[in-house]
C-alpha cells in the first residue's frame, strides 16, 4: 500500500474546509454526444489503475482504498436539467463530508452538439497538475485505449520539508522569515472589502469565452514589454477589482493586493512530475492608486514584484507563511477565521493561470477535444478568482466569485473590463 506524508499546505487546506468547503474542479468539453456507459467504466478502471480511491488518514499520512465494487454508489453522474455552470455553483458548495466517499465526484453534461466530462474534486488532496493525469488517463479510455497508463500514480514519499530551500539550512530558514515578515508588513497597506453585509463564503461559477486567437495580440504586447502573460493578467484583474469589488479606502490602507497561485513542482526537480497530491505555493502583488491610474506604470509595478519574487524564492518560501497559518489555525475557532484573514489577509482577487498547450490536451485539440475548464476556489481570504485558460489559440475566464460581495450582474461588466484593458495594449 502506497502513502504519502500530509504536507503543510494540505493541512492548510484542510483547515479552510472547515470554513468552507475548499472544491475544486476541471471539466473536458468534447464534440459528440456521450456514452454514458463507456464513461462509467472509463472511471472505474482510471481509479482501479491509477489506484486511487478512498483517502483514508492514518496521523501525519494518507493512502488510497479501493472503492471494492461501490462504483455505482461513487460512479460517474449524469447531470441532467443543470447548466455547466449551475452545476459546478452547486457543487463548488456541497461538503466532501460522508467518510466513505471518494475525494473525486465525475460528471456527464450533454448539450447541443457537445459534451461536458468532468471532476468536482477535494482540493486538499490533489493540485491542478494531479487531476489533469486523472483527465488524461479517462479521456484516453474513451476516445483513444491504446495509449491509457498501466501503472499507478506515485504518491509522494515525502513532505515540503526536504525540497523547499528554506528548510535546507539555517541562513536559507532565516532567509524565508524574512520574506514572510516583509510580506505581512507589506499587506498592512492592503485595502480590506467593504462587507456590510456580514462575510458569506458561499460562491459561484461563471465561464466567459473569448473569440479564438484573440489572445495573440496579447502576447505580442508582453513580448514588447518584455513582461510575462501572467503579469499582464494581474494588470487587469487588479483594474477589475479597483472598479468592481468594494473595498474600504483608508489612509494607511490604500493599496489593492491580488493573489497568485504557483505550481512548486518544478522546484521539487524530476521526482514529483506525476506525483499525485497537491504542490503549490502562492504570492501577492500590491497596487497603489498611482500604479492603477496609469496602464503602463500599473504593469511595470506588478513584472518587478514579479521578478523580485522569483530571485528571493518567495513562492518556495510560502511554505513558512502556511505553517504559520496551520498554527493560527489552531487557535482561532474556524467560524472566526474568515475575519481573521479579512483582517490581516485581505487580498481583493486572485488568479491560477494556465497554458494547456504544454499538456497532453493538445494530442486531441481541436477533435475531440474541444476545450478545457478549470475551476479555482477562492478559500477564505479572497471574494474571486479568475482562473485563465489557454488551449490552441483558444482562451477563456472560469470566474469564482462570491455573490455577496460581486454580484451575478457585474459578472459580465467585469469580463469586458478585463477585455478592454488587454485589448488596449
Known sequence: MMSSPI????????????????????????????????????????????????????????????????????????????????????????????????????????????????????????????????????????????????????????????????????????????????????????????????????????????EPGWLAPVHAAARRRGVTLNDLFLAAIAVVCDRHVPTKHRPRRYALALGSIVDLRPYFGGELSEAFGLFLGFTNVLCCPKDLRDRERLIRCIALQGEQQKRTGLAQASALRMAAGVAIGRFVPPERLPQFYQKHLPLTGGISNVNMNRSWATQYHPHPLLDYVRVSPTGPMMPLVFATTTLGDGFHVALTYRPSVVPDDRIDAMTETFREFLSAL
Not at 460517474?76 to 455553483?89: A, C, D, P, Q, T
Not at 526536504?162 to 507589506?186: D, H, N, Q, V
Open 7 to 210: 504536507n503543510v499546505f494540505q493541512r492548510l487546506a484542510r483547515q479552510w474546509d472547515r470554513v468552507h468547503p475548499y472544491n475544486a474542479a476541471q471539466v473536458l468539453k468534447i464534440a459528440g454526444t456521450a456514452d454514458a456507459n463507456r464513461f462509467a467504466a472509463a472511471w472505474h478502471d482510471t481509479m482501479d489503475t491509477l489506484r486511487l480511491g478512498r483517502v483514508c488518514i492514518d496521523g501525519s499520512r494518507l493512502h488510497y482504498e479501493s472503492l471494492d465494487g461501490q462504483m455505482g454508489v461513487f460512479g460517474v453522474k449524469v447531470v441532467e436539467g443543470l447548466s455547466l455552470e449551475e452545476h459546478i455553483s452547486r457543487e463548488l458548495n456541497r461538503r466532501f463530508d460522508d467518510g466513505t466517499e471518494p475525494p473525486f465526484r465525475p460528471f456527464v453534461i450533454q448539450e447541443s452538439g457537445f459534451h461536458y466530462a468532468g471532476v468536482v474534486y477535494h482540493h486538499w488532496v490533489a493540485d491542478s497538475v494531479s487531476i489533469r493525469n486523472v483527465l488524461r488517463e479517462w479521456f484516453v479510455r474513451v476516445y483513444d485505449p491504446q495509449r491509457a497508463r498501466a501503472e499507478p500514480l506515485p504518491l509522494a514519499r515525502v513532505g515540503y520539508a526536504r525540497f523547499f530551500e528554506p528548510f535546507t539550512c539555517s541562513a536559507a530558514t532565516g532567509k524565508g522569515l524574512l520574506a514572510a515578515a516583509r510580506w505581512i508588513s507589506a499587506l498592512r497597506k492592503a485595502r480590506r472589502l467593504d462587507l456590510r453585509e456580514g462575510i458569506d463564503l458561499r460562491v459561484r461559477f461563471a465561464l466567459r469565452h473569448f
